[in-house]
């Protein structure tokens, strides 16, 4: 992982890490105690749940704390995967929240731009953007 810093540029490089499509949430019914089915509730798939802890991982070596504001967040995705790019940015998007930014509501731009590779790299450009 290669970080470059300043007060209004972060850069993050994650090389040898799959960029992976954020999974569709999943819905499951609760079962009372007389067999009766109850609404349920939605949630992530475990994938899903595992890729984006790594991400956070790799954010939190990154940045010491959450960016306040809107800002600009560029993902250069090197993969041989052939999911959607807005499902691949998504997944990042939403592993950010907390730690790279308070919400992924902050990022007033995005570009997610999907280079087919065999070697696989996360990278991802956030700057600040002036209210």
């Known amino acids: 992982m290669?970080?470059?810093?300043?007060?209004?540029?972060l850069e993050i490089v994650i090389s040898g890490l799959k960029p992976r499509p954020k999974g569709r949430h999943r819905c499951a019914n609760a079962r009372t105690r007389n067999g009766r089915y109850v609404k349920g509730h939605?949630?992530?798939p475990a994938p899903t749940r595992s890729y984006e802890q790594e991400l956070r991982w790799h954010f939190r070596m990154a940045?010491?704390?959450?960016?306040?504001?809107?800002?600009?967040?560029e993902m250069y995705l090197h993969t041989s995967s052939r999911a959607d790019s807005d499902n691949l940015g998504k997944?990042?998007?939403?592993a950010g929240n907390k730690i790279l930014y308070l919400d992924d509501s902050q990022a007033v731009r995005t570009l997610t731009e999907k280079i087919k590779s065999s070697h696989e790299e996360i990278r991802i450009l956030m700057q600040r953007i002036e209210e």
């Open 2 to 9: 290669r970080v470059d810093t300043t007060s209004e540029c």
């Open 42 to 44: 939605a949630y992530t």
């Open 63 to 73: 940045c010491k704390e959450p960016w306040k504001g809107p800002v600009s967040v």
């Open 91 to 94: 997944a990042i998007l939403d």
